[in-house]
């Protein structure tokens, strides 16, 4: 083999080959005469050599340290949030309870222009006399 890395290709949408990029290169092909390979057996021999690699021990158990320490600062992580959303849970609960109570109560507009409750005879979107006296006090302030 060149060296290359290896692609798939299909071939007539049954068929599936592993190819050497060195053949197929044109600026930088390598000229490798490295035959297609079906997939399913290439498969076969890298799940074979998976079969026969072995971890050195101390290795190993350094691996086996990391994950579980990895694994614990992750659940630390996860229980931490999952606290403050339950936090903010309880307190949306709360907010939505007193929200319904003052609604079912007519303490709540259902209008979304009005400021006032239901129950007040006046309530609309338009500003008010005191809003409009100081928008027309100050238009007309820097005028003499």
């Known amino acids: 083999m060149c060296g290359r890395r290896l692609s798939l290709q299909f071939s007539k949408g049954t068929?599936?080959?592993f190819y050497c990029l060195g053949q197929k290169d044109r600026r930088n092909g390598t000229g490798c005469r490295e035959r297609y390979v079906a997939a399913d057996q290439l498969e076969?021999?890298?799940e074979d050599l998976y079969g026969r690699l072995e971890v050195p021990t101390d290795w190993a158990e350094g691996?086996?340290?990391?994950?579980?320490a990895e694994v614990?600062?992750?659940h630390e992580d996860t229980t931490a949030e999952r606290?403050?959303?339950?936090t903010q849970h309880e307190r949306l609960e709360s907010e939505r309870y007193k929200l319904m109570e003052a609604y079912y109560a007519n303490a709540i507009a259902t209008s979304p222009c009005s400021g006032a409750s239901r129950s007040?005879?006046?309530?609309?979107?338009?500003?008010s006399s005191h809003a409009r006296?100081?928008?027309?006090?100050?238009s007309t302030a820097g005028r003499t």
Do not use: F, K
Not at 63 to 68: D, F, Q, S, T
Not at 83 to 86: I, V
Not at 133 to 138: E, H, L, Q, V
């Open 15 to 17: 068929y599936t080959y």
């Open 44 to 46: 076969a021999e890298v």
């Open 63 to 68: 691996l086996r340290e990391a994950v579980a």
């Open 72 to 74: 614990a600062s992750r």
């Open 83 to 86: 606290d403050l959303l339950a």
């Open 120 to 127: 007040a005879s006046v309530s609309s979107c338009a500003p």
């Open 133 to 138: 006296a100081y928008s027309t006090g100050a």
